[in-house]
């Protein structure tokens, strides 16, 4: 009973030690998020008080309003307040006024002008913006810029001119191999007006999933979606609520390959005979349209014609990646079409196929855009190549006179951590691009492909993450400081989810469920320090099939977790503070503590929930780790060195738990790794400069670990 | 520095102890909830593994196929297993074999056969039922019965015999007072089919919104809504939806009173010249209906048809409640009209009103609910009377052959403990009603008035309370053990979450606005300890209208905090073991630790949001509860006694924390003062046997207490 009792007592220690922001940062930090182009502190602030008024002058239109009682309803959210809802009709008086010059496009578009001025005094905030989208922007910042203290709201005084980097930002989410219902794209699409995203790409067909309705060919989606499909009246209020944000849908139907879906309903479209099932497991599978028979361009010609009804953008992305052209390669008559055509490979033949589509597509006014494997010499110029490869592939391209947009280094579901997204730049720095040629490269998007998420884990793949991209495309080059964003990012994660993301709050319903029990502080501390394996290793570790439950210990990890990049932070000041060792100790002291009595307060769930039996060697290896960070700390107090078969013991360790199990690993190795090496290292410090001995330390602890998380 | 940090360590303090339920339960203990009318568990387990397989032997259809799907699923969720998705053709081999004897009614309906059996053993578990409805029900007992050990996942042997005690269970959603969107109301119906609730009643209409579309009168929603209604499409949709899981819609149109939104658009149908405007605040409004006008029949017979056809039920509730008359009073033609047809008061005036009502209905297939005010000599017995105002004015209802349905004592807005919704009985055992008289007595129904609810917090408000209500109207009278039920909901609770609901996961979006900042812990302590205040207090403290941000502080607290509530078991424990106060000493210590030291936590919070402000004082107050019940804790452990100005210092102290503020109230007070008063009469001791003393010291600290939760 005693021992059932205080294990209780372990159960419910506090284990989510962050650092203090506000020690780090300056008397006032902004929260902006992306960096505006132009920003300008001031002195003085604008109150924000139940007396807030709002005003409108020059244009305006039901977009523009809809947005700015948004705009207030959010502000009143994050202040409590009740805010008039009528707008003052005497524009000197209001506290912000907003002065929109025109309408803009009629439907989002490629090149519209988002700009804005705001100008925030005392008295008032003026937000101007030649566009209504414009004004979207600039309202989004006015939200951001919102600060308190013991005095009450305020906005403080600035000076802002912005507009974006580039003109295509974007966010693809993949509703093929795991369909999202429309909540989910409605709340994503908030969060991307969030962030200043402004291009929706949704990945509509798969060979797991046709899932759009067509009313030409309805067996299309009622063989190929399980039932799980938009129909084109949703997808219509999905492109208003677009619109209304201004955001652009682009939409995907990927071909030739990845096409089993199609050849559900459908085998005579693919270039075997069929009969064809959907597809449930993730990778790259043969079923292939037929580029040769008349007959596909005519289903072809007919379906992409009702969708460039649908859908208004200029634009349609036609997919063209990962065909291996194994069923081309079998098929006789393929052969022989492309003997008889002069057609030499399968590269060409796919380049005959996407011309045919880009003709078709022309003739309903739309433009074709494909991934990398589209461009050919033959193609028009007037396609956009999105690149998966990379900027350098898109550089070329470019070169050539191809317009582009990146998404390679945005890969979002490979679970990198957002620093390493964020300084991928469409235009680096050293890119030897002439002027014009870099204006062919439109910007970059991020990709969710959505094979490992369920509409309950979606949001926690896809943001914050995404707005380090956000910023990226929105903000000049030079906004590249990584600390500083992760500052930033803390603060609109929360506001995304005030908007209805999921991200942060899903993860305890997610941990609830594994151990059946309200009780999960040290299954929140064991989830702090892991993050999913990245790349593809999950299904290389883990396979399953797009009907398998999503209720994992890694669906509830997340890459880039916040406590192991704060513990690396305060090890740094640790270190930094050689040889006294007094900076950030108790901190670290408690979060070690924490992380080594994990292990028999887990034992007490583990033995309520199956669940949480692939959990039971990881909790094992952090009560290890933080015994072992503990001692190293307390070596690094006292001064004493240790052994070295004590150092051999622990990187043994190290070696052993930087294993991924369960398809998650350690985010903390590296920082662990450091404290010991600093401890096995201490007795060099005498030799070299703390600094320098800091660095080698450093060095030292991450040699390994650019392998893997390249 | 150093004192930020410290404070920054503190912050970080965990504060949420639970008790252990396993320690209170025999060997084994289901979770099931609402428990079945016979059940008798057996030796030996059904295991849950990959291969489980489900048939189907007797009549199936589209409906219960669907739900069998749904319910694999979820299984998957809770158990990480893949299953297999086509049913297994040999029935005697099947895991989970289910008999379905035909489909029920089309549409769910009163009376429907919902009873089930459900015999598991080792090799199957087979449930039978007579309708669909019924398998579903079973299928819900059958998912609540999984469990898991080191083992893996199992279904315990048992026999189960079950059907429902009420055939009208009900939860009442207000959409008018706040709109709800549809994803909020498919979540609940999810919820409800969870605890076996089958009545969905859905308040369309009030002073403050006309929430549902009329073809016929367009301009009751265009202009009495904001623009926040539901299409008829998509009323259908959530029909069909309810359908699917066994749930009946019953559509509320309150008139005559409560109309203020009609006659926004209407004002013709007012009995007092308009204009009208929305109505934004919080209350009982003059608008009323004009019962003396052919004109007012009209349009009601236009707007009933439609809706009759709208909704399948064969009930349509027509409001009635709270009509002060006041406009009828005034208004000389409606004074010459009761004249006239020597109609003596407003109570018959309105009866007048009803039973037009009831003839409109009736010609469209329909019967008449209402509010209790509906009830007159004058109204056929085929009407349901809806009872606000308790079970005694539902047995004189039933005496005179009305059928009732029980909502008083099932407010669930009053923000009362779920324990004490869950002893009130429809049919209380003193009951002195005959056999045949009781059967008039329905069920009852949970009601969610929606004045200070958003979508965000509207979960929070309904669950998991609302499953103790559906437990009542389910299960035998003389299951009523409150503990039991508490432990059952703590499971519930967490299941409902993966439905989707948002009534745990919400809560912490919530602080992290308030705190604009992910480091909560400190106010997740204060919010764990505070409730909402009760009855229609929070309206008269702190009046609001209906366009109020819900983002405060009394918003994020929930009624009946857990714990409060395993504190309050923890104290209880510890006095038990007089004179050692040994018992659960320890836990009962960290517990008031936390609480004593969040006050210099809170000020770091509190510092950087003005959102916070007003939980200043409450964070300073429950610092020195927190610190008085640490003296408590040690005047027991030592045996010494305390002054009788300690005493009189301390009561002083809890009769202050006992005021409500910011629209919240401690509900520890009277644990606090259970344990003060212990350390006071600790001297007594000795006099009277530990049991008497216990009691007595129990009783002088709970003597304020009933008046307050009454």
Not at 49 to 70: C, F, H, M, P
Not at 337 to 357: E, P
Request: charged share 25%; glycine share 6%.
């Amino acid at each position: 009973m005693r021992i059932q009792l205080l294990a209780l007592l372990i159960l419910i220690l506090p284990c989510a030690l962050t650092t203090d922001a506000q020690q780090h940062q300056p008397l006032f930090s902004h929260h902006l998020l992306p960096v505006p182009a132009k920003l300008e502190f001031r002195t003085g602030r604008l109150a924000i008080k139940r007396s807030l008024t709002v005003a409108v002058k020059g244009y305006q239109d039901e977009r523009l309003v809809n947005n700015i009682w948004r705009a207030v309803k959010r502000l009143e959210g994050r202040t409590e307040l009740e805010l008039p809802r009528i707008f003052e009709s005497d524009a000197a008086k209001a506290s912000l006024l907003i002065e929109c010059q025109g309408a803009g496009a009629t439907i989002p578009s490629l090149g519209e002008d988002e700009s804005y001025t705001l100008e925030v005094s005392d008295t008032q905030a003026l937000l101007r913006a030649p566009t209504v989208v414009g004004a979207l922007r600039g309202l989004e910042t006015f939200l951001q810029l919102l600060e308190s203290d013991r005095e009450g709201y305020f906005i403080p005084a600035v000076s802002i001119q912005d507009q974006p980097r580039f003109r295509w930002r974007g966010l693809m989410i993949d509703a093929a191999r795991h369909y999202q219902p429309l909540e989910v794209i409605r709340r994503n699409l908030d969060a991307m007006a969030a962030v200043k995203l402004n291009v929706f790409h949704w990945h509509l067909t798969d060979d797991q999933g046709f899932r759009v309705e067509s009313k030409k060919y309805p067996k299309l989606y009622s063989m190929g979606s399980d039932g799980l499909y938009y129909t084109q009246d949703e997808i219509r209020s999905v492109i208003a609520y677009a619109r209304e944000r201004g955001i652009r849908v682009v939409p995907e139907f990927d071909m030739p390959g990845h096409a089993t879906s199609w050849a559900v309903g459908h085998p005579e479209l693919a270039s075997a005979p069929g009969p064809y099932k959907i597809e449930r497991q993730a990778g790259i599978f043969d079923p292939t349209l037929d580029p040769t028979r008349e007959e596909v361009y005519q289903l072809l010609d007919g379906l992409l014609g009702e969708m460039a009804e649908l859908f208004p953008d200029e634009y349609i992305h036609i997919g063209g990646d990962e065909n291996e052209g194994k069923q081309w390669d079998r098929n006789p008559q393929i052969q022989a079409f492309m003997k008889k055509q002069g057609i030499k490979d399968n590269h060409s033949l796919q380049a005959y196929f996407t011309l045919r589509l880009v003709r078709i597509l022309k003739n309903r006014g739309k433009k074709v855009m494909g991934w990398d494997e589209i461009l050919h010499p033959d193609l028009p110029k007037d396609i956009v190549v999105h690149s998966w490869r990379g900027p350098q592939s898109l550089a070329e391209a470019a070169k050539k006179g191809y317009s582009g947009v990146l998404s390679n280094g945005y890969y979002i579901d490979l679970m990198y951590p957002a620093s390493k997204h964020y300084l991928v730049d469409p235009i680096p720095a050293e890119s030897t691009l002439t002027e014009q040629q870099a204006a062919f490269i439109l910007g970059g998007e991020a990709t969710m492909w959505s094979e490992y998420v369920s509409p309950e884990t979606i949001d926690s793949r896809i943001w914050p993450r995404t707005a380090a991209i956000a910023e990226r495309l929105w903000s000049p080059r030079t906004v590249n400081d990584v600390d500083d964003m992760y500052r930033r990012l803390d603060r609109v994660s929360i506001q995304l989810e005030e908007l209805g993301l999921t991200h942060e709050r899903n993860t305890a319903v997610l941990l609830r469920r594994l151990a059946r029990s309200p009780e999960v502080e040290p299954l929140k501390t064991l989830i702090s320090v892991i993050e999913p394996v990245k790349q593809y290793n999950r299904g290389k570790m883990h396979p399953t099939t797009m009907l398998a439950p999503l209720t994992s210990l890694v669906d509830a990890a997340r890459a880039d977790p916040v406590v192991a990049r704060n513990f690396a932070a305060m090890a740094d000041g640790l270190l930094a503070d050689a040889p006294r060792f007094q900076n950030n100790r108790e901190e670290l002291r408690h979060l070690l503590t924490c992380w080594r009595d994990v292990w028999p307060a887990m034992e007490v769930l583990i033995a309520r929930s199956a669940m949480l039996r692939e959990s039971e060697p990881l909790a094992k290896e952090l009560s290890e780790l933080g015994a072992a960070g503990l001692e190293a700390l307390s070596y690094l107090s006292s001064g004493t060195s240790p052994t070295k078969e004590w150092r051999e013991a622990r990187m043994a360790l190290l070696a052993r738990a930087a294993r991924p199990r369960a398809a998650v690993e350690f985010a903390i190795i590296p920082t662990i790794r450091q404290l010991i090496l600093a401890a096995a290292e201490m007795s060099q410090l005498k030799a070299e400069s703390a600094q320098e001995w800091q660095r080698r330390v450093k060095m030292m602890a991450r040699e390994n670990e650019d392998k893997r998380t390249k």
